[in-house]
């Protein structure tokens, strides 16, 4: 059964990943939440009708 398996993966299927990915990551979510804190600051209201 483990023979199966591991023929019907090919090997370059593998994904890898990099730093610039995380990096993008964190860089994107770091910047939604200053965006986030500037409009709650200058009074935008982001609940979106949630109350």
Known sequence: MSMISLT???A???TQSSDY???AII???CTG??????L???GVDL???LM
Do not use: R, T, Y
């Open 40 to 42: 709650m600051a200058h």
């Open 8 to 10: 019907a993966i090919p």
């Open 27 to 29: 860089l994107f979510c």
């Open 47 to 49: 609940s979106a009708g």
């Open 33 to 38: 939440l200053f965006a986030s804190f500037s």
């Open 12 to 14: 370059g299927v593998e």
């Open 21 to 23: 990915s995380f990096k």
